[in-house]
């Protein structure tokens, strides 16, 4: 939907270089958009969401008519236009009520999709909690407990996990202030019922406090500060294998390099081999000795040789075993 055209000016050039691929990648940016049909508490619900993720977040009031499953070519056209890889659609209707979608995008295409229902009866937006609200920006801690997020085959709830820590992780840092650690989103996700109902993923937010108790190591607090929200999984769109494929490459020398003959034992110690090459031992240093020189080795070896031409003269002439000592000057 839009035209590739060359660069006329450096304006425009820069714009497009922008857009190329780059070796480590800009932190991602989420839209946030409504259907034609949408409730009054998914807007809400997009609003809280739009709070948790800025400023990385643009969000639209303006109605949509898409449908996602049937047709995501105008989600295409919004994140190429805004360079916008990860994407909430709300919408509802009477045959899904209360519907967040989520959508990533690859290269300006859908890689997949994830439409969760959302519970009206538990649900509860930002501004029903009363108390103190993180700081914009802020890196939040995410815990996810049940089984169903650790199951070794693939399903909606290890996607949902997948989904969920692309869409909060953030900026990727090295080091991280224990000040900044504000915000914590847990999600469970407990067993199928017995009817066959499959279970709900509960999210929660909390705000961690910090206060003095008088040692080194402070008192930690945990204070609800919503959006409290529970899902039911709905319809999955997985990604394409050849497109899922190529999204996970890394370009070359971004990958960690690992060292060569270094090992961690069990105590957690590091233990290096080293390989030496064959050592000359006639060139080793010694104690300088007079009886280790080598002149004097070499008159021993002439002492003996001089011998024996004496003792084998003798018993060529006399036939017999006569050994005479003789000292040899």
């Not at 930690?220 to 769109?237: A, N």
């Not at 020189?293 to 002439?317: C, F, M, N, P």
Request: charged content about 35%.
């Amino acid at each position: 939907m839009l035209r590739q055209i060359k660069p006329k000016s450096a304006r425009s050039k820069r714009a497009l270089a922008k857009q190329e691929p780059l070796i480590i990648e800009n932190q991602k940016t989420t839209l946030l958009l409504r259907g034609t049909s949408s409730s009054s508490l998914v807007n809400d619900l997009l609003t809280d969401l739009h709070s948790l993720r800025r400023p990385y977040s643009v969000k639209f009031t303006k109605k949509n008519d898409i449908h996602p499953f049937d047709d995501a070519s105008s989600l295409e056209f919004f994140s190429q236009k805004n360079d916008a890889s990860l994407l909430v659609f709300g919408n509802n209707s009477k045959k899904r009520p209360h519907t967040l979608s989520f959508i990533r995008f690859f290269s300006g295409k859908v890689l997949d999709m994830l439409e969760l229902h959302v519970v009206q009866d538990t649900a509860r937006t930002l501004q029903q909690f009363k108390g103190e609200k993180c700081k914009i920006g802020v890196k939040p801690l995410l815990s996810f407990s049940g089984a169903q997020f650790e199951s070794p085959t693939p399903n909606a709830y290890t996607k949902a996990k997948n989904v969920f820590t692309d869409f909060f992780r953030g900026q990727e840092t090295t080091t991280v202030d224990v000040e900044g650690l504000q915000l914590l989103i847990s999600f469970f996700a407990g067993e199928d019922a017995e009817d066959g109902q499959k279970a709900q993923i509960q999210m929660r937010c909390w705000r961690i406090i910090t206060k003095r108790s008088g040692h080194k190591v402070p008192r930690v607090e945990v204070e609800e500060m919503g959006p409290r929200i529970d899902f039911r999984v709905g319809r999955i769109r997985e990604a394409e294998e050849g497109m899922w494929k190529e999204s996970l490459k890394k370009a070359k020398g971004t990958e960690a390099k690992t060292k060569k003959n270094v090992e961690t034992d069990i105590v957690g110690d590091k233990v290096g081999r080293i390989h030496l090459g064959r050592q000359d031992l006639s060139e080793l240093q010694t104690r300088k000795m007079k009886g280790l020189k080598r002149a004097r080795d070499t008159e021993g070896e002439q002492d003996v040789l001089e011998l024996e031409d004496v003792i084998s003269q003798d018993e060529d002439e006399d036939g017999g075993v006569e050994v005479k000592r003789q000292r040899v000057a």
